[in-house]
């Protein structure tokens, strides 16, 4: 099982000693891969702090590439040689660590070939400092272009019942080539975890309230479409959340979700979601509830969504 560290919306730290118990809560229940990134506010350290008696088994993956900038919506992403090398060694001594287990690039760059920042990655493992690569949001061409320079051990990108883009041509390539899936924000950000019912129960500051999927009749339509899953799983006596994780892991023993949570019981929670068993019976309601494109709205505003790598 596998769990996002960090509180990605409001960067409004959580306490050290609750995100410490939260990350030993998950090793307890069994929860060994943890996702963590430089730009996570100070969830490495966290992470490092909670590592420092209880690192072996730990799957431990963090990422570099993107640069915050004055506001969330003015990133920008630096893949050169460099930098890979200067993070990887700053996040190293973050988290307190010898090697990081998995070290993803965060975001493509266009200025760098792909081959020369996975050519510095693959020195770090080389160094001894990185085990395995793996990229975030690449596209299908960039993932072959890379993994001809050093094998990759895992995408990460946005999949979930609200998002299933992958399942066109990035999940076949995958297939091919042997690398797996890290499906981010599996909860569809919230929305499938049926918590919120107005855009005005999110923090003052959370980005959120400026994605496109959060606005208006946007945000309507597709609360629509989770109340809706939220029922199917209320009738399989299973909640909201565990039964979008299901779904996610039904896809697939290649692909991991990484649920965020800042909260120790729904940390419970979706660690329970191996229970729920899917009939092919559910997995064709849930296709007729949230079939591909259900969901409205970009994934990201404007600025963010010129990072992706189409
Ligand atoms: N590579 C990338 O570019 C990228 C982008 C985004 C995220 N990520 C990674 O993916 C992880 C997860 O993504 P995410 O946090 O964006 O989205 P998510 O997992 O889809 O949703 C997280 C939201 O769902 C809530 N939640 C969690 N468990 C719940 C439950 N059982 N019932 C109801 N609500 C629940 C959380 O609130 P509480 O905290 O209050 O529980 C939080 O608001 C992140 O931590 C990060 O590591 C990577």
């Known amino acids: 099982m596998s769990i996002g ?39 490495e350290i966290k992470v490092g702090k909670a ?24 990133r920008a992403v ?13 996040s190293l001594q973050r988290l307190g660590i010898e090697t990081i287990d998995l070290y993803y690039l965060h975001r493509v760059d266009p200025r760098v070939p792909i081959e020369d920042t996975v050519g ?11 085990r395995s690569i793996g990229l975030s949001e690449a596209s299908p ?30 999940l076949p390539t995958l297939r091919e080539l042997g690398t797996s899936l890290v499906a981010y924000s599996p909860l569809g950000r919230g929305f499938l975890g049926a918590r919120f019912r107005s855009i005005d129960e999110l923090a003052p500051n959370d980005w959120r309230r400026s994605n ?3 606005q208006g009749e946007q945000f309507q339509r597709n609360l629509a479409i989770a109340d809706t899953i939220a029922e199917i799983a209320r009738e399989k006596g299973v909640t909201p959340a565990q ?16 649920p965020g949570t800042s909260n120790v019981n729904r940390l419970e929670e979706n660690a329970r979601s191996l229970d729920p068993v899917l009939t092919t019976d559910d997995l064709e309601r849930l296709e007729r509830v949230a ?20």
């Not at 895992?154 to 979930?160: D, G, K, L």
């Open 5 to 43: 560290i960090a509180d990605v919306y409001t960067s409004s730290a959580q306490c050290e000693n609750d995100a410490i118990a939260l990350v030993h809560r998950a090793l307890d229940l069994g929860i060994n891969f943890l996702d963590t990134a430089n730009i996570y506010g100070d969830s």
């Open 51 to 74: 590592l420092q008696r209880r690192r072996e088994g730990v799957v431990l993956a963090t990422k570099f590439g993107i640069v915050p900038g004055s506001s969330y919506q003015d």
């Open 78 to 90: 630096d893949g050169s040689p460099e930098n890979a090398r200067r993070c990887c060694d700053v």
């Open 120 to 130: 510095a990655m693959a020195d770090l493992v080389r160094a001894g400092k990185v």
């Open 141 to 170: 061409a960039t993932v072959r272009r890379a993994n001809k320079v050093h094998p990759i051990t895992a995408v990460q990108t946005e999949y979930s019942l609200f998002t299933r883009d992958p399942e066109d041509e990035l």
């Open 212 to 214: 496109p999927r959060f």
């Open 243 to 258: 039964l979008a994780l299901a779904w996610v892991l039904a896809q697939g023993k290649d692909i991991v979700p990484i």
């Open 291 to 310: 079939p591909k494109g259900a969901a409205v709205g970009d994934r990201y505003e404007p600025r963010m969504m010129e990072l992706l790598n189409g």
